[in-house]
């Protein structure tokens, strides 16, 4: 049953093959609320992204995720992505061999769809202009404004971004970062996943810090940037 | 454009087919297996997946045409109808099974599938498939009580493959096609944007398997005889080797993969008797390593270096004026 918070994942345990990456991790988030999900390399923060996404990998063996009082441990990935929960990975997930256009297309085939096109490319009017490229011809920090235009296409209630700074020029995530304060103006809930733990405690309302798998520290994103030990302790920064 | 340049082609084949060589009658299988051809490329050459096991489709409605003009009518529409049907369910089936897994692992499936298709032909259906004899004494195809012979097959057969060439083009620029490229590309990534795959790729299956029943269906109105060969792997074989000589994914590719094969091995066989087949692994060869996108790949290469020409022709006339 689900505890009454917007989202809610408990006590999830989720695996790589033998390998368990994922320990009994907990935690709620309320509506509209942004989350830095933070912690060292090899923390488990990419595996709890996907794990809520519902990806094949890693497989999730107990616990319950609930999202809008649905039950995402349930569902399979498509399912997940149906009900509002856009992973926006590392890599940006871009489909190959088809134009930015069709990527956005592709996004709104099944299920709800969000933002009408037109929307889109008045946010992005870079994506307006390529519309008709190839959509994996386009620089890194493009192909992270498609991805992330590609979620907001779709009906959106959890947006998880897994290291969007990741490989980007300087002035790359300067616009990036620019994107995901509209992102948070428009009171979208988000988990966000960065190395770069100052970008992104300057985004999120509330930081998690996982170790070894499990959470150790849950408080607002002030809290860590005002808490030197415990950055110390958890951060490295 | 493409489809009246491939309705042209088709349908003046009689009148310029025997002057290379070719013969009344090889033009119809070419045009079946171009069939039989483009339906593969909506599995292999949209979605990657690659069937070894076709020639069960192909076989199958083959014995279902074979045997509905034997025992319920000489009328094509009937037994082309319950041949689709047959095949659809059959297609949904294996498709259902073989589609939970990818890469070898589902040509191995599917291979192994298309044995078991032949396996029963031979065995335990072998009295109504005729066992190693093949199904023999079907009566001439009619269509309402006009006999279909040579001509009348002919066109029909032409009519069918422009239409069938027709609808992959419709699928391939449809938001369907569109889906079928990305599930080739990266399968997760659709299923992160909200998008079951599995249904696609079902699709895309059962539509190749109905072009192969269409195709195994008309080979029996062509020639009134069921070969065990057609369940047999090589049949399979043949298509896949089709597919790659013209380029897989092109949609016209396989049809000229399919009238190249043909055409080697009734015409160009007669020069070359028993070489031919080593020929053809040469050619086979040469085309994999140096043109992995078959015949298209070579025609697109060749304009390339005639407008490339052309160009530094016109730069030099421009830089001597």
């Known amino acids: ?237 | 454009m493409p489809v009246i340049v491939f309705a042209v082609i088709a349908l003046t084949m009689p009148f310029w087919f025997p002057l290379v060589g070719g013969y009344a009658g090889l033009d119809t299988k070419i045009l079946i297996w171009a069939i039989f051809a483009i339906g593969f490329d909506i599995l292999l050459g949209f979605t990657g997946y690659l069937s070894f096991g076709h020639a069960a489709f192909f076989g199958v409605s083959a014995y279902v045409t074979g045997l509905m003009l034997l025992h319920y009518s000489a009328n094509i529409i009937p037994a082309m109808i319950a041949s689709v049907i047959v095949t659809t369910i059959i297609a949904v089936m294996v498709g259902f099974l073989t589609l939970r897994r990818s890469g070898i692992y589902f040509s191995i499936l599917t291979l192994a599938f298309g044995e078991m298709f032949y396996a029963a032909a031979l065995s335990i259906f072998s009295d109504w498939t005729g066992g190693d004899n093949g199904l023999t004494g079907l009566p001439t195809p009619e269509l309402f009580s006009m006999p279909f012979k040579e001509n009348n097959v002919f066109y029909l057969v032409a009519v069918l493959a422009i239409i069938g060439y027709y609808i992959a083009r419709r699928i391939g620029n449809s938001p369907f096609g569109m889906m079928l490229r990305a599930v080739k590309s990266n399968q997760t990534r659709l299923e992160f944007t909200g998008l079951d795959v599995k249904k696609y790729k079902l699709s895309a299956f059962v539509i190749s398997a109905i072009y192969a029943s269409v195709a195994g269906s008309l080979m029996v109105i062509y020639e009134p005889y069921v070969a065990t060969e057609f369940v047999h792997w090589s049949t399979s074989g043949k298509l896949v080797i089709m597919s790659v000589l013209g380029g897989v994914g092109t949609l016209f590719g396989p049809m000229i993969g399919a009238a190249f094969m043909l055409y080697f091995e009734n015409v160009i066989s007669a020069f070359l008797q028993e070489q031919w087949l080593l020929v053809l692994g040469l050619v086979f060869m040469f085309i994999v390593i140096f043109l992995p996108g078959g015949f298209v790949e070579g025609a697109q290469r060749l304009k390339r270096a005639i407008a490339g020409k052309a160009g530094d022709g016109n730069a030099s006339k421009g830089a001597s004026e």
């Open chain 1, 1 to 237: 049953m689900s505890n009454g918070a917007y989202f809610s994942c408990r006590n999830i345990n989720a695996y790589y093959g033998e390998s368990y990456i994922v320990q009994n991790v907990s935690f709620d988030i309320a509506e509209k609320e942004i989350v830095a999900l933070l912690g060292r390399n090899g923390a488990g923060k990419t595996s709890t992204l996907r794990t809520i996404a519902r990806a094949h990998e890693p497989s999730l063996k107990s616990g319950e995720i609930y999202l809008d009082g649905v039950a995402l441990h349930e569902m399979r990935t498509y399912q997940a992505a149906q009900h509002g929960v856009q992973l926006v990975p590392e890599d940006r997930r871009i489909i190959p061999g088809i134009t930015v256009e069709e990527n956005l297309i592709l996004a709104q085939t099944e299920g709800k769809p969000g933002w009408p096109l037109e929307r889109i490319y008045q946010s992005f009017p870079r994506l307006a202009e390529r519309r008709r490229q190839e959509a994996t011809t386009m620089s890194g920090g493009e192909q992270q404004m498609l991805a992330v235009a590609r979620a907001l296409a779709r009906d959106l209630k959890l947006l998880l971004l897994d290291e969007p700074y990741e490989g980007l020029a300087p002035v790359i995530v300067h616009e990036i970062e620019a994107i995901l304060r509209e992102v948070k103006k428009l009171g979208i809930t988000t988990i966000i996943v960065e190395q770069n733990a100052l970008a992104a405690l300057k985004l999120a309302d509330t930081a998690i810090i996982l170790d070894t798998g499990e959470v150790v520290f849950r408080g607002t994103a002030q809290e860590v940037l005002d808490n030197k030990e415990l950055r110390d302790q958890y951060l490295a920064i």
